[in-house]
């Protein structure tokens, strides 16, 4: 009888999980061998990915020893030994690559750091932005358009007149 009970309770929990759209966590290993199995899935809580994970929204824990794409916004903590990517990011990245295709908030730690347009702050060796509004820390800062400071060996503002400064650089 016990058996029996704990296979309706299994049975009804995963007709629950196909029913809902969201799901609390996601494990990955490549993107077509993932839990869920869709790359359109929405993440409430966490995913942990071996070496691709790819889903449409997180908001949450974001943990890859490869990498992990978020193909509409990420919101939350994200830690990738080679490369986080999402379209819209708020929150914290630590990894290699942190690429944001479009707005960021929050902070950016790792070797290479991109957004499109970035609020808060890019800690690493080679930092690039299109706007950025706060402080770029790194050893290559680049941004198009600047609200903020540039500390680095090499800083580099492109709308400005002197566009390319060593130390210290001061957009506004």
């Not at 490549?30 to 070496?51: D, E, K």
């Not at 957004?115 to 820390?137: D, K, P, R």
Request: charged share 10%; proline share 2%.
């Amino acid at each position: 009888m016990k058996k029996l009970l704990m296979a309706f309770a299994v049975l009804c929990s995963v007709s629950v999980l196909h029913a809902e759209p969201d799901y609390y966590a996601a494990l990955c290993a490549w993107a077509p061998g993932q839990i869920p199995m869709s790359s359109s899935s929405v993440i409430w809580g966490a995913r942990g990915t071996l070496f691709y994970g790819d889903c449409s929204r997180l908001n949450g824990f974001d943990f890859a020893l490869g990498a992990n794409r978020t193909r509409e916004s990420f919101k939350g903590f994200s830690i990738a030994a080679v490369l986080e990517r999402a379209n819209n990011a708020a929150g914290f990245q630590l990894g290699f690559a942190n690429v944001v295709e479009n707005e960021f908030s929050g902070m950016q730690l790792g070797a290479w750091g991109h957004t499109g347009h970035g609020y808060g702050t890019q800690w690493g060796i080679v930092n690039t932005a299109g706007y950025f509004a706060g402080l770029q820390l790194g050893l290559f800062n680049w941004a198009d358009d600047l609200d903020g400071l540039q500390l680095g060996l090499v800083n580099v503002v492109a709308d400005q007149t002197l566009c390319v400064l060593p130390f210290l650089n001061i957009g506004f």
